[in-house]
Each structure stands twice: as structure tokens, then as C-alpha cells.
């Protein structure tokens, strides 16, 4: 097996913007109406690093949500290099037409995401007038407020437990996975631009 260091840094002008499920924990008021229910609980959409409830402001510009740094999932990145890999079918050397994409999907492990220099409180939102479904095409729409994050980075430790995969083929879907998948909401896989990154590989080395 071997671990590898990633060095994760947002490409130009493609901030990261998330859209976690939350109204298990945050239920809608039953007078109140949705642009209400937005404002109040929008910053529930980023993921928290043990966060603790909180409220700010009062009346109708009162916010409830849970505070604490934000943490870029683990899985967004594993579900992007999966997703990488599935996309550009690199054949491995030998086998024929079998290519790393099975491989990516059960031999690769990320188990701690990034987590970032900022508190839920410091976010700022982006207000995006979307399908009241979550479907594209939708014809009613509604305001939802995403949480935006203009420049971000951090270090990812991936274990890559197959050993068929080669360090290049690891670069090179990384890479890829940056530039035309992304993470979070927005991002290129779903049509948008958000979430793009460049990856550096720092260090490769055998598990001990």
C-alpha cells in the first residue's frame, strides 16, 4: 500500500460552494414562510468540524446553525477521482481493454477531509434562484442561499491500496479530476464551474 500526500489548492476564480442536506435537524417553522426559513438556516449547508448550535442577529434576521470550522467532506474528493477515473477508462498496461476505474472505486482511501481557516459565522452566502425540486428544467423556481467559499486549500492523505495503481496514473486522475470534476455544488460535473482545484502530489511512499 501507499500513502500520498496531496497539496489541494482552488483553481482562479472557482470558489467552493456546498449544499449539505440539513432540515432533519432544522425543521421549517409552520407559519414560516421559505425565503425565511432560507436566511435563518442557510450556513447549516456547510459541514462543521464539531460544531455547536449557535444563533446570531434576532427577529427576522435571526440565524440558527450550527458554528465551527468548515470541512471539505473526505468523500468529495474520493467520489471525484472516482468519478475521474470513470470518465477517462485509462487502460492498464497488459489487460487488455480492464481499465483503473474499478481499481479508483475500491482501492483508494481517504478517510480526513480539509479543513479550512473559517467558521461557519465568517461564510458568506450566494443567492441562486434554482428549481424548487432540485431537478434542471424545473419550471418553479425558488431563492436558495449557498454558502461560498472564494479561495480555499488544504492537504489531502490518500492510501491507495491497490497496487496497480502507478504513481503517474494517480497524478494524471487527480489532475483530471481537478480541472473537469470538481466538488461541492456547482461544480463542473454538474455543468457549473465551482469547485475546480489543482493537485500536487508531494510524496509517495509505502505504508508502514
Keep these: 500500500m501507499k500513502v500520498a500526500t496531496v497539496e489541494i489548492e482552488s483553481a482562479t476564480g ?15 417553522g409552520d407559519k414560516e414562510s ?50 475521474a477515473a470513470k470518465y477517462l477508462s485509462i487502460s492498464i498496461p497488459g489487460q487488455g481493454k480492464a481499465t483503473y476505474t474499478k481499481h479508483f472505486e475500491a482501492g483508494v482511501l ?3 477531509g480539509i479543513t479550512l481557516p473559517v467558521k461557519a459565522s465568517e461564510v458568506k452566502p450566494n443567492a441562486v434562484h434554482v428549481p424548487s425540486d432540485g431537478k434542471r428544467g424545473g419550471t418553479k423556481r425558488v431563492m436558495k442561499y449557498f454558502p461560498t467559499i472564494p479561495n480555499w486549500k488544504g492537504t489531502l492523505t490518500v492510501h491507495v491500496l491497490d497496487e496497480k495503481i502507478t504513481r ?3 497524478e494524471k486522475v487527480f489532475n483530471e ?9 456547482f461544480r463542473p460535473r454538474n455543468n457549473g464551474l465551482n469547485g475546480r482545484f489543482r493537485a500536487t502530489v508531494k510524496t509517495w511512499e509505502d505504508a508502514e
Excluded at 17 to 23: E, I, K, L, M
Excluded at 49 to 77: C, W
Excluded at 177 to 185: D, E, R, S
Design 14 to 28: 472557482s470558489p467552493y460552494s456546498v449544499g449539505r442536506y440539513f432540515a432533519q435537524d432544522f425543521p421549517k
Design 34 to 83: 421559505h425565503d425565511a426559513y432560507e436566511k435563518r438556516t442557510w450556513r447549516n449547508r456547510l459541514h462543521v468540524l464539531e460544531g455547536k448550535p449557535k444563533e446570531i442577529g434576532r427577529d427576522e434576521t435571526k440565524e440558527t446553525f450550527l458554528e465551527g470550522p468548515v470541512v471539505i467532506p473526505p468523500m468529495a474528493f474520493k467520489n471525484c477521482i472516482y468519478e
Design 110 to 112: 481517504i478517510l480526513e
Design 168 to 170: 503517474e496514473v494517480f
Design 177 to 185: 479530476a481537478g480541472k473537469f470534476i470538481g466538488i461541492g455544488t
